[in-house]
C-alpha cells in the first residue's frame, strides 16, 4: 500500500483503486501506528478505531516477524505500509514480503509514489542501468571512499548511482559530494519530492558549486550521481 511521501500532497498521487482496497482491510503492518492512523485518515477510512496496527520498524526482532503474517495464516488479507512512499523500498517491509513468498502468501503491490523511481525518472539519467544504494557511511572518509567508488561506477559501467541521507545531514552530504567528485560528473538533487517546495535538478559538479546551494535542512532528499 503506497502511501503519500509528503503530507502537503494528500492522497493525490494515490489512485483511486487503491482507496476502495484499503477500506475493505482491518489489519494493517507499518512502521509508526500513528503515522499509520493519519495515512488511513487520509484514505477516507471511516473507522479508524477498528483497524489493528502490526508494527515492523528498525526495533522489531527478526524472530517476532513470522507473528505479523499471523492473520495472513488464518485467511485474513493485510496491508503493508510504509512511512512515506512505497513499502519494500528502502523500507523493512521488504523482510515481511519475503516470509509470506516463503509462507505461500499471495503479495499484491498496489501502484503509487515512489521518491526514488520518481527521482531517476527526473534525473535524465540512465533508465536502463541504475542502482540504489541506500545510505552512505557516515564518517567523513569512509563517505568520501564510497561516493568516489561510485562515482567510478557511474563512469565505468555507464551506471546511474542513487542514495539517500537522514535529512538532518543533507547540507553535510552536499558540501562533501561538493568536495570530492570530479567537475565533470552529474549530480542530481531531488527534494521534497511531491510537496509544493519540490526540487528536481541536475547540474554538474562544477555547476552546483556556482549556483546558490538549496535548502536541503531536515527535508527529505534523493541524490543521483552520473557522468
Request: hydrophobic share 40%.
Amino acid at each position: 500500500m503506497p502511501v503519500p511521501i509528503a503530507e502537503e500532497s494528500g492522497g493525490q498521487f494515490i489512485p483511486h483503486y487503491n482507496t476502495g482496497i484499503v477500506k475493505t482491510l482491518k489489519k494493517f503492518i507499518a512502521e509508526d501506528a500513528k503515522t499509520a492512523r493519519r495515512c488511513l485518515k487520509g484514505f477516507g477510512y471511516a473507522t479508524i478505531q477498528d483497524a489493528e496496527i502490526f508494527l515492523l520498524n528498525e526495533h522489531t526482532k527478526n524472530s517476532d516477524v513470522t507473528t505479523l503474517l499471523k492473520p495472513l495464516m488464518e485467511g485474513q488479507d493485510m496491508g503493508l505500509m510504509s512511512d512515506a512512499g512505497c513499502p519494500g523500498i528502502a523500507d523493512p517491509g521488504a523482510d515481511v514480503v519475503k516470509l509470506a513468498h516463503q509462507k505461500g502468501i499471495e503479495v499484491i503491490p498496489l501502484v503509487g509514489p515512489s521518491s526514488i523511481v520518481l527521482s531517476i525518472m527526473a534525473s535524465g539519467f540512465n533508465g536502463q542501468n541504475f542502482a540504489f544504494v541506500g545510505y552512505l557511511p557516515i564518517e567523513k572518509p569512509q563517505r568520501i571512499k564510497r561516493l568516489r567508488e561510485l562515482e567510478q561506477l557511474a563512469l565505468r559501467q555507464n551506471q546511474a548511482q542513487f542514495f539517500i541521507e537522514t535529512p538532518y545531514r543533507n547540507e553535510q552530504m552536499l558540501e562533501t559530494i561538493l568536495e570530492s567528485l570530479a567537475p565533470q560528473t552529474l549530480l542530481f538533487i531531488g527534494r521534497d519530492i511531491t510537496a509544493p517546495t519540490q526540487l528536481l535538478v541536475s547540474k554538474t559538479i562544477a555547476e552546483w558549486k556556482t549556483a546558490r546551494r538549496p535548502d536541503m535542512h531536515k527535508v527529505p532528499v534523493v541524490y543521483g550521481v552520473y557522468r
